[in-house]
């Protein structure tokens, strides 16, 4: 069973980084994680889940226009692992954050609506002073 696992999270000051990592485990004999895109989720208190960003299988990235600029997502398939950059965090960015996988050889483009099929427990992420 394939499984996913965010870690970063934490309190940091506005203007501050930080840097998410989505790590994952479990794939079929000759499968890595180069065969499925990813995207990074968050839902803040009362809100609903709202998609950031994703990449696909051939690189390809999507953002919420709000986090344009500011959060990169890369990622590292030798390693089976998704990063996600946040640069000049606001107090709004306080939320806990998602990662999700889906198996997608074949698509070059990827999409943040929540349409995937393996999710991580998430990670806090708090921005205040």
């Known amino acids: 069973q394939l499984q996913v696992v965010e870690s970063g999270g934490g309190l940091v000051q506005p203007g501050g980084s930080l840097r998410l990592s989505c790590a994952a485990s479990?794939?079929?004999?000759?499968?890595?994680?180069?065969?499925?895109?990813i995207g990074w989720f968050r839902q803040a208190p009362g809100k609903e889940r709202e998609g950031l960003s994703c990449?696909?299988?051939?690189?390809?990235?999507n953002y919420l226009d709000s986090v344009k600029g500011r959060f990169t997502i890369s990622r590292d398939s030798a390693k089976n692992t998704v990063y996600l950059q946040m640069n000049s965090l606001k107090p709004e960015d306080t939320a806990v954050y998602y990662c999700a996988v889906k198996f997608n050889p074949r698509s070059p483009i990827c999409t943040i609506q929540p349409q995937y099929d393996y999710w991580g427990h998430g990670t806090q992420v708090t921005v205040s002073s």
């Open positions: 990449i696909s299988t051939s690189g390809k990235t």
């Open positions: 479990g794939f079929r004999s000759g499968y890595n994680l180069g065969f499925y895109a």
